[in-house]
């Protein structure tokens, strides 16, 4: 079945690095690829997403790009703040699945002043 | 304010005591699905369901139920909590227009555990 892979945290950064999480994942068909974020003590939120390959998603100054070649969505931002310190979950939904997402396990990411 | 609401926010209950947690959008979606979160796992599917009266097995139905007899409320069963049913739920919605690439809008998070 569809799977997704994504680098285990947590990831500790300071302010204003440059942040990669890679993502990569398995599936039969064509699917789009989603970065859900969770802040401390709140549900998951959309950060972006990308439906087909090639597209680049981006939102609030984090970018992926969907590689098919490479089965990777990987999350990147140039210049992380401590606001950002969140748990990101890569995900993917599948056509045939309808709307189930099928979520990575999580990487949880802290930033320090 | 477009929201997905859940309650209880926190449960703590008993193993064999039949609980359930609500969860109600106002969006008028027609796509609603609940998930749980476990440590390492990430979040997995339990139920979902396309439209009213349409409801159907995620990946992880073992020991819940669902009912959809309105379109906005997607409530979740425990006809008898176990151990291994302690996570945090999530419940989530979509409009249900476009298979496959939409945005879900997923609630606050329900945390059970079972004693």
């Known amino acids: 079945g569809d799977s997704v892979t994504q680098m285990e945290g947590p990831v500790t950064l300071s302010e204003e690095a440059f942040l990669t999480i890679n993502c990569t994942y398995t599936?039969?068909?064509?699917?789009?690829l989603f970065w859900y974020v969770q802040y401390p003590g709140e549900g998951l939120q959309l950060l972006l997403k990308?439906?087909?390959?090639?597209d680049k998603g981006s939102n609030k100054g984090f970018e992926a790009t969907y590689r098919k070649e490479t089965t990777s969505f990987h999350l990147e931002k140039g210049s992380v703040q401590v606001s950002d310190s969140a748990v990101y979950f890569c995900?993917?939904?599948?056509?045939?699945?309808?709307?189930?997402?099928?979520f990575g396990a999580g990487t949880i990411l802290r930033v320090k002043s | 304010e477009a929201q997905v609401t859940q309650n209880p926010r926190y449960l703590i209950t008993v193993t064999g005591k039949k609980l359930t947690v609500t969860c109600s959008q106002n969006?008028?979606?027609?796509?609603m699905s609940w998930y749980r979160q476990d440590p390492g796992l990430g979040l997995r599917q339990i139920y979902y369901?396309?439209?009213?009266?349409?409801?159907d097995k995620g990946d992880v139905p073992e020991g819940y139920k669902v009912s959809r007899k309105e379109k906005r409320n997607f409530p979740l069963i425990l006809e008898s909590p176990s151990p291994n049913q302690t996570s945090l739920y999530f419940c989530?919605?979509?409009?249900?227009?476009?298979?496959?690439?939409?945005?879900?809008?997923f609630g606050p998070g329900t945390r059970l555990l079972v004693l």
């Open positions: 989530a919605s979509s409009p249900g227009l476009a298979r496959g690439i939409e945005t879900q809008y």
């Open positions: 599936a039969t068909g064509y699917p789009s």
């Open positions: 990308a439906t087909k390959a090639d």
């Open positions: 995900a993917l939904s599948d056509q045939e699945y309808g709307n189930k997402l099928v």
């Open positions: 969006m008028n979606h027609e796509y």
């Open positions: 369901s396309m439209n009213v009266e349409v409801t």
